[in-house]
Each structure stands twice: as structure tokens, then as C-alpha cells.
């Protein structure tokens, strides 16, 4: 069976990004709001070690088109993104999904961490949607010296409001600890690299959108099902990795 998802997992990632029931708002500050899915009723401190974070910014100077290709850019991300160690596309998987590793700094004494994700995306004439989660890939096991993370689901959603505008919204299910401040901060950031974009592609291979024309691509073509989806609960040394491990690196995927 395989794990890519279809479109009711499109469907079922774009209807939680719009929806508001059963999501509490914790952060609405200058065009961005944080947003925290509710927990079911629990009894005494059985608080639930997972949870949905979504951040949602109103962009007025970036087109979405811009922003879909600045979070697809492996390349320019090396140049925004300073948490990163390494990142780089591992194999295809189909024309619209692939896998890759990123690994990136955390705050001491908490270790680095990385994580192996399957990425599928889905664009129709007026949304953009990237869902990815963890996956277990044969050549490339956790290792000694990083702490594997777990992505259960994260993804971003973004939906033209103008030609150079638009709604931007992250999504991740996360420790529970992620702080609602660091959210707007990461995103901050995208935005930014989203200004800074356009001129930075058109001096680095600006015909080169492989997300957008899969016949550009060059990795080697891999089967999904010799893939399978990472649970927590298969990795050793879960103790250290259920500390504050987001800081400001949630958007690690």
C-alpha cells in the first residue's frame, strides 16, 4: 500500500488550515495569528504530548507563487535559514512528492536534531498546498550524534489574495512546548526570504522549478513503498528528544 498522499489528504490538511472549531487563538499581532487545536476533555495532568500549532500571516508585498517557490528552494534556503546543518532532496517519489533529509541546531543542552520526510504538494489555479511527515528510509537510519525528530504532519497552505499578496499559513503537529512566540518569529523569516526572492533567483538558474516542472528534475526515481512512515515510538532515546527541542527551528521540515 502506498503512503503518498491522495487528494483526500489534501482535502483534509487545506479544511484544517481554514477551519477555526476546536482551535483556540493564542497570538494576533500585525497581520499574524497563532492558533492552538483544542485538546479532548482529560482527566487530572494527562495532557496530551502532541499537539496542532497553525500560524497564519497576511502577506501584502509577496505573491503566492513567490512564496510556494521560496518554501520548495532548497538551494536558497541555505542562504535564510540559520538553524540549518544539512539539507538536501533524496530520491522522487512521483511527479508531485519526493523524500529529503534536514537537520538542523538546537539550543544547548538540547542536541541537534534531523528528520527524514516524505513531501508531496499540490497546486490548482488559486491554492498551494505541501504536506510532509517522517519516514523511515533504509539508507539513512537515525544517527549517534543527532536525535531523529518526528514529524507527524506539517504543511503549509497559501492562497493568493492579489497579484502580490496572499494568505500564508503553516500547520504542525508538535511537542506541546512550542512556544506560540517563536511561531510568528519563523515565519518572519520566510516572509523575509520572500521579499528577497525574485532577485535571487533570477541570478541562480531562474527557468530552473523542478516543483513546478517535474521533467527538470534529476534525482533518481525511488519506489514509495520501500518507505514507511516514522512513529515515536520505534526510536530509542525518545527521553531527551520530548524536551523543548523546537526553539526557534519547528519549521525543521
Not at 493564542?26 to 495532568?45: F, H, L, R, T
Not at 541562480?204 to 519506489?223: G, I, R
Request: charged share 25%.
Amino acid at each position: 500500500m502506498s503512503i503518498l498522499p491522495d487528494k483526500a489528504a489534501f482535502a483534509d490538511f487545506r479544511e484544517q488550515c481554514l477551519s477555526t472549531d476546536n482551535w483556540s487563538n493564542k497570538y494576533d499581532k500585525q497581520g499574524m495569528q497563532v492558533w492552538v487545536e483544542g485538546s479532548p476533555a482529560s482527566k487530572g495532568n494527562n495532557v496530551p504530548k502532541v499537539h496542532k500549532i497553525k500560524c497564519k500571516m497576511t502577506i501584502s508585498d509577496v505573491s503566492a507563487a513567490t512564496m510556494y517557490d521560496v518554501l520548495h528552494d532548497g538551494s536558497y534556503r541555505k542562504t535564510w535559514d540559520p538553524a540549518m546543518l544539512d539539507s538536501f532532496d533524496i530520491a522522487r517519489l512521483s511527479a508531485n512528492a519526493d523524500v529529503g533529509y534536514y537537520s538542523w541546531i538546537c539550543t544547548k543542552p538540547i542536541k541537534n536534531r534531523d528528520v527524514v520526510s516524505l513531501r508531496s504538494w499540490q497546486v490548482t489555479d488559486d491554492e498551494y498546498i505541501i504536506i510532509n511527515f517522517s519516514v523511515k528510509h533504509p539508507k539513512y537510519p537515525p544517527r549517534s550524534d543527532l536525535v531523529r525528530a518526528i514529524s507527524i504532519l506539517t504543511g503549509y497552505f497559501v492562497k493568493p489574495t492579489g497579484p502580490n499578496s496572499c494568505t500564508f499559513i503553516y500547520l504542525s503537529q508538535a511537542d506541546p512546548k512550542a512556544s506560540t512566540v517563536f511561531a510568528p518569529r519563523v515565519m518572519g523569516r520566510i516572509h523575509k526570504a520572500g521579499r528577497s526572492y525574485p532577485e535571487w533567483k533570477q541570478m541562480n538558474s531562474p527557468e530552473q522549478k523542478p516543483w513546478l516542472y517535474p521533467v527538470q528534475s534529476n534525482l533518481p526515481t525511488m519506489d514509495s513503498r520501500e518507505l514507511s512512515i516514522q512513529r515515536a515510538d520505534s526510536l530509542e532515546n525518545m527521553d531527551e528528544s520530548l524536551k523543548v527541542a523546537t526553539q526557534d527551528n519547528e519549521d525543521s521540515s
